[in-house]
C-alpha cells in the first residue's frame, strides 16, 4: 500500500461527483465538512504516536501513556475536497477507559490498532470489536493498523492482520509511526470510505449535515480484559 499515485488521483468517478456535490454544499454553509475519527487499541501500541505523525510528522521515542482522551483536529484534501479531521486518542490503559461510550458518540471512523511486535495486542483485537459492536452504529469505518513494523522482533505477520481485517469487513493497513510509512495512507483510506458511505453523512439545504448519531446504549461491561468498559 505503501508508494504509488496519490490517492484521489484513484478515486471513481461516482466519488468524485459526490466529493464535489459536498463542496458545493460545503461552500453554501460556509463550513467544511467535519469527521470524526476514534483512536483505539491496547496501551502501547503507538495510538498517539500515530496521530502525532500524521497531525504534526513528529514521532516521540519516549511518549506518556495517554491520560483520558486526546483531541486534535487537522485539515486534509482529497482531490479539490477539503475535510477537517477531528481525530480523538483514546487511552488504553483500562483504569482511563470509563467514558468510553461518550468518545465513540457520532464517530463515522475507528482506527483499531494493535503493535505487530506484541501478539497480546493482536490478540486483544476481538475483545475491541465487541466494544465496537456495543458503541458504535453498523455503517461505521473501521481501519485495522498493525503499527511498529521498523521493529525487528515482529510476532504477528501481514497474512494474519490481513485475514482478521478480512473476516471483520475492516480496512487494512501496516504502519510505522516511527519511520512515517504508512501513516497518511491509513487516515486517508478511511476519510475515502467515509466518503463512499451514505450512511455516514446527509446533504441538506443548509449544507453538509453529518448522519445523526447512533445512540450509544447504556450497556456496560461490553467485554473486560483488554477493553473493559466501566
Ligand atoms: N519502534 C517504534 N516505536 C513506536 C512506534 N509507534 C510508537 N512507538 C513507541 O511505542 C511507545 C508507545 O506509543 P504510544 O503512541 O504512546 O502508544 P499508545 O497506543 O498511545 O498508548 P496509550 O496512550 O497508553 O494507550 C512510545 O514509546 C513510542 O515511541 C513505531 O512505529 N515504531
Ligand atoms: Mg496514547
Same mark, same amino acid.
Given at each position: 500500500m505503501l508508494g504509488g499515485p496519490p490517492l484521489f488521483c484513484l478515486l471513481p468517478n461516482s466519488l468524485l461527483r459526490l466529493a464535489t456535490e459536498l463542496a458545493m454544499a460545503r461552500e453554501d454553509a460556509g463550513s467544511l465538512p467535519i469527521l470524526k475519527l476514534l483512536l483505539v487499541g491496547d496501551?502501547?501500541? !503507538?495510538k498517539s504516536s500515530l496521530l502525532l505523525r500524521f497531525t504534526e510528522d513528529q514521532f516521540e521515542p519516549y511518549l506518556n501513556p495517554t491520560i483520558g482522551v486526546d483531541f486534535k483536529v487537522k485539515k486534509m484534501v482529497l482531490g479539490d475536497f477539503p475535510v477537517q479531521l477531528a481525530i480523538w486518542d483514546t487511552a488504553g490503559q483500562e483504569r482511563f477507559r470509563t467514558l468510553t461510550p461518550s468518545y465513540y458518540r457520532g464517530a463515522q471512523g475507528i482506527i483499531l490498532v494493535y503493535d505487530v511486535t506484541k501478539r497480546e495486542t493482536f490478540a486483544g483485537l476481538e475483545c475491541w470489536l465487541q466494544e465496537l459492536d456495543v458503541f458504535t452504529k453498523k455503517s461505521v469505518v473501521k481501519m485495522l493498523v498493525g503499527n511498529?513494523? %521498523? #521493529? $525487528? %522482533?515482529? #510476532?504477528?505477520d501481514r497474512k494474519e492482520g490481513l485475514q482478521f481485517a478480512q473476516k471483520h469487513s475492516m480496512l487494512f493497513i501496516e504502519t510505522s509511526a516511527k519511520m512515517k510509512d504508512g501513516v497518511e495512507t491509513a487516515f486517508e483510506e478511511v476519510v475515502i470510505k467515509i466518503l463512499q458511505t451514505p450512511e455516514l453523512w446527509n446533504i441538506r439545504n443548509e449544507g453538509v449535515v453529518l448522519a445523526p448519531e447512533s445512540r450509544a446504549p447504556? $450497556?456496560? %461491561?461490553?467485554?473486560? !480484559?483488554h477493553c473493559s468498559v466501566a
Open positions: 496501551s502501547g501500541v !503507538g511498529k513494523i %521498523d #521493529e $525487528t %522482533d515482529r #510476532e504477528v447504556n $450497556t456496560a %461491561d461490553a467485554c473486560s !480484559g
